[in-house]
């Protein structure tokens, strides 16, 4: 009955972190390039009531006994799959179509840390960096510049960005995308950024398309890959799970309390 009892104490806290991602997975429902967390559980360790014998002369072999103690939390995965685009139209809102991270830092291009979400900006120097003021490094971890006397700036699919001055066509730069050897092995360090850990690899940096790399979509933005539906359907399951295990401790103390009431 015991057994029972904190077995079920252990899955609520368990369901309970489940509940935690899947909220988080809502809140981010609208965040660009947002990639969203999956809850695993694995079962605790076994007690042994009997072990296994193999067949003797006279006698089949028998089975182990042995009585589960409950879960637990196995791992939170990030799920790095490709989110929808969405056309915007504006011309420094970038996506990313395939693998690849875009590479931020600070001026000395050090510093570096990674995202997918593409909404950039320009400050007064005419250097390209994303809503915190963090530069977008291209090749070389040089900064991209357009300076403000360029009459109009553009993109490519490669990374490359051209602007116009005077009439001319002259080269700002050419951003780089990272990829690394696992994905999952990121560390999510909020403001929709990531960190490269000990797991992940080391980043492998070039130009889009190039090592296995997406392309890059201008105009567009990477959407969050959360799907709402799939969300709300965990939420139940994790909600009745809970539940289920409630029911277990309520269970457990009403045979405690058959036992407390033999003696009157």
Request: glycine letters at 14%; proline letters at 2%; hydrophobic letters at 35%.
């Amino acid at each position: 009955m015991l057994r029972s009892m904190y077995s079920g104490i252990g899955a609520m806290r368990n369901f309970q972190t489940k509940l935690d991602v899947i909220g988080n997975n809502i809140a981010n429902v609208n965040t660009y390039g947002f990639k969203k967390g999956r809850t695993i559980f694995k079962d605790l360790v076994s007690q042994q009531i009997a072990g296994a014998s193999g067949p003797t002369g006279n006698h089949g072999g028998v089975n182990p006994k042995q009585v589960g103690l409950g879960s637990q939390l196995a791992a939170i995965d990030t799920v790095h799959t490709q989110g929808s685009l969405q056309t915007t139209g504006r011309p420094l809102d970038l996506a990313i179509s395939g693998d690849g991270f875009f590479v931020l830092g600070d001026k000395n291009g050090g510093n570096h840390v990674y995202t997918r979400a593409g909404n950039f900006y320009l400050d007064k120097d005419g250097n390209i960096v994303n809503a915190d003021g963090l530069y977008l490094l291209g090749i070389g971890n040089k900064l991209i510049n357009i300076p403000s006397s360029a009459e109009s700036f553009s993109i490519g699919s490669d990374g490359t960005v051209n602007y116009i001055e005077n009439g001319s066509l002259k080269p700002a730069g050419q951003i780089q995308l990272a990829k690394f050897n696992n994905n999952d092995g990121l560390e999510k360090a909020g403001d929709n950024l990531f960190r490269q850990t000990a797991n992940s690899g080391t980043a492998t940096t070039g130009a889009p398309g190039a090592n296995g790399t997406g392309t890059i979509v201008a105009g567009t933005l990477e959407m969050s890959n959360v799907d709402l539906a799939e969300e709300f359907t965990e939420m139940i399951v994790a909600q009745r799970g809970f539940q289920a295990n409630t029911r277990i401790i309520t269970t457990s103390d009403e045979i405690l309390q058959e036992l407390v009431n033999l003696k009157k």
